[in-house]
């Protein structure tokens, strides 16, 4: 492919042999072998509330969720990270706003859509020649509308990055938790 190797790009190598002999006689061989550079690694948790804490969270609460991606190659291109909070338990149109808080990575700007009630990380063009790894802590308030009781809800994360031929590569992961609803 044309310009820098990067996450999920397809390297292709093939031969091709002709040969004679001396005392006559030829043939010929074909190879080929397609490598795949070793794509991006999402993962997201509910880091607060602990993992395996049974703490039903109530309204008015914070949730933190820590979201990663590992970039095995350290080059990727236009990068986002975006994360759907469920509705009505979270939205991204009031006060408080999810807040951001980098843990290791690039500094970065979300930006709140309420039609999806999600945040998005737009990180654009990542180039190293070592393993990048983004480490991010969502930080979400569960609001005080009407849901039911006991809800468990699964938070979805989507990653996405296009390889040097334009093809986009697209992965998900979920987080899920118990909320309380309000009286």
């Known amino acids: 492919p044309p310009g820098p190797v990067q996450a999920s790009d397809k390297l292709n190598n093939s031969v091709n042999l002709g040969y004679s002999l001396t005392e006559g006689g030829s043939g010929s ?9 070793i794509k991006n690694s999402p993962d997201k948790v509910v880091s607060d509330p602990p993992p395996g804490s049974f ?24 990068v986002v ?8 338990v979270f ?13 290791k990575g690039p500094s970065i700007t979300p930006t709140f859509n309420a039609g999806s009630n999600s945040v998005s990380l737009n990180y654009g063009d990542i180039i190293s020649t070592i393993p990048v790894a983004i480490e991010v802590e969502l930080v979400a308030t569960v ?13 979805l994360m989507q990653t996405s990055y296009t390889t040097t031929n334009g093809e986009v590569i697209t992965e998900q992961d979920v987080a899920g938790r118990t909320v309380g609803a309000p009286e």
């Open 29 to 37: 061989d074909q190879s080929g072998e397609t490598t795949e550079i």
């Open 55 to 78: 703490d039903t969270v109530m309204p008015g609460s914070p949730v933190t969720f820590t979201l990663t991606l590992d970039i095995p190659a350290g080059s990727s291109s236009d």
């Open 81 to 88: 990270i975006q994360d759907f909070l469920p509705s009505p």
């Open 91 to 103: 939205d991204v149109s009031v006060t408080p706003l999810p807040s951001i808080t980098v843990i």
């Open 143 to 155: 609001t005080t509308e009407p849901f039911a009781d006991e809800l468990f809800l699964t938070n």
